[in-house]
Structures are given as structure tokens and as C-alpha cells.
């Protein structure tokens, strides 16, 4: 059973943009990182990009950043992947994920820590 749920993905030429959303009900509250990982097939599932608790402190791989932006809405108990000027090689399923902090200060880099998940979204950038 998922505990996050994820949404927007979908077919996108190269360039374009698109925003990824996941509800996170109460998995995304100030006491919970969130992260985004991508799985494409063949390849084991990787962290691209993480925000801490607080939302102070955000984190990307070196092959989205400066294009993706990770944001959180714990009101809405929701987080968004912006995603702008899509490759070929974003392609893959987009899982939204959470991790409890313990009220600690928490590396949202600690991938093997993220223990809610969503289904996935897939997105697929192609000409």
C-alpha cells in the first residue's frame, strides 16, 4: 500500500517543461524530508533531488540541476518537481518519497532512509 501519491506525469517533447506533484498526506509534514527519485528500466532507482524538513535546505544530482526545482507545500501537504528544459534522458518513473527525521537534523541525502513511497509517475521526453 502506498502511502504518498504521485501525479503529472506524462509525454513531453525535448525542451519542454512539466511539474510533478505528490500528496503526501500526513507523510509530508514538517517532521518528514521528501524527496524525488527516478527509476528507468534497467537501472536501479536513484535520489535525484531532496528537501529537508524545513524546507531550508534543497539537494540535486548534477544532471538536473539548474533545471529542476523541488519545493514543498506542508499546508497542502504536497510536493512539486519542477522540471524545465527536459532530455531524452529524464525519461524514467518518478517516485515521490518520505523520511522521518526524529526531529533531528537530517541529510535529505540519506536515500536508504526514505521509508514512504508513492506508485510512481512516468514521464517520457521524446521528439
Known amino acids: 500500500q502506498s502511502q504518498l501519491e504521485e501525479s503529472g506525469g506524462k509525454l513531453v517533447q525535448p525542451g519542454e517543461s512539466l511539474r510533478l506533484s505528490c500528496a503526501t498526506s500526513?507523510?509530508?509534514?514538517?517532521?518528514?524530508?521528501l524527496a524525488w527519485f527516478r527509476q528507468v528500466p534497467g537501472k536501479q532507482r536513484e535520489g535525484i533531488s531532496c528537501?529537508?524538513?524545513?524546507?531550508?535546505?534543497?539537494y540535486y544530482i548534477d544532471s538536473v540541476k539548474g533545471r529542476f526545482t523541488i519545493s514543498r507545500d506542508d499546508a497542502k501537504q504536497s510536493t512539486y518537481l519542477q522540471m524545465n528544459s527536459l532530455k531524452p534522458e529524464d525519461t524514467g518513473v518518478y517516485y515521490c518519497a518520505s523520511a522521518p527525521t526524529g526531529w533531528n537534523m537530517f541529510d535529505c541525502r540519506r536515500w536508504n532512509d526514505y521509508r514512504y513511497w508513492g506508485r510512481g509517475t512516468q514521464v517520457t521526453v521524446s521528439s
Open positions: 528537501i529537508s524538513s524545513t524546507g531550508s535546505t534543497t
Open positions: 500526513e507523510y509530508g509534514s514538517n517532521y518528514f524530508a
